[in-house]
Antibody
Framework: EVRLVESGGGLVKPGGSLRLSCAAS????????FNWVRQFPGRGLECVSS????????YYSDSVKGRFTTTRDNTNNSVYLQMDSLRPDDTAIYYC????????????WGQGTWVTVSS | QSALTQPAAVSGSLGQSITMSCTGS?????????VSWYHQVPDRAPKLLIY???KRPSGVSDRFSGSKSGNTASLTITGLQADDEGDYYC?????FGGGTKLTVL
């Protein structure tokens, strides 16, 4: 079964850090681009990062550039999102999402992990 | 990152067809065939319906189809069913639209 499972979310104070992990299984991990997509409490979606198979392409949205870092471990079939200098408006569900191979859609989504930034 | 505009809500009756739009700039939609569409129901992750304007992943019903004209992409659903209700999002160049809530009457 193709699966993505996120972990690492939680409650953190403004200015703090969190590291999200995404464990992949059931497919050839190293061939795919992975995205982190967040959904705000008001339901809007934002793609915050994207990382290609060989790390040759990395994308960050303007709202997280310089604060978030995405990495991958092709040996352990995992993707990570290091989030620093967190702000209350980073509060959201964070989804790990696989991109269609050689394409632009996002075809496999994890169950999501909540990140709450509050004092 | 350019914005994509979707109507807040659309509705249709069981069995009917509806079309919803996603409008952006030439840079966001007009120059690229990379628009995708997602369906989300409460407490679930979004599900991919259409990618690259009009391609359906395996397992997605052929009642769903996508198209594009100029800077506007469209999603058409034929033979509306009760479980088509929910939120629909378009996406292009890593930017999502604000979503359209579909109500099936």
């Amino acid at each position: 079964e193709v699966r993505l499972v996120e972990s690492g979310g939680g409650l953190v104070k403004p200015g703090g850090s969190l590291r999200l992990s995404c464990a992949a299984s059931g497919f050839a991990f190293k061939s795919y681009t992975f995205n982190w997509v967040r959904q705000f409490p008001g339901r809007g979606l934002e793609c915050v990062s994207s990382l290609s198979p060989s790390n040759s392409y990395i994308y960050y949205s303007d709202s997280v550039k310089g604060r978030f870092t995405t990495t991958r471990d092709n040996t352990n079939n995992s993707v990570y999102l290091q989030m620093d200098s967190l702000r209350p408006d980073d509060t959201a569900i964070y989804y790990c999402v696989r991109q269609v191979i050689s394409g632009s859609g996002m075809d496999v989504w994890g169950q999501g992990t909540w990140v709450t930034v509050s004092s | 990152q350019s914005a994509l505009t979707q109507p807040a809500a659309v509705s249709g009756s069981l069995g009917q067809s509806i079309t919803m739009s996603c409008t952006g700039s030439t840079r966001a939609i007009g120059s690229y065939d990379i628009v995708s569409w997602y369906h989300q129901v409460p407490d679930r992750a979004p599900k991919l319906l259409i990618y690259e304007v009009n391609k359906r992943p395996s397992g997605v019903s052929d009642r769903f189809s996508g198209s594009k004209s100029g800077n506007t992409a469209s999603l058409t659903i034929t033979g509306l069913q009760a479980d088509d209700e929910g939120d629909y999002y378009c996406c292009s160049r890593k930017v999502f639209g604000g979503g359209t809530k579909l109500t099936v009457l």
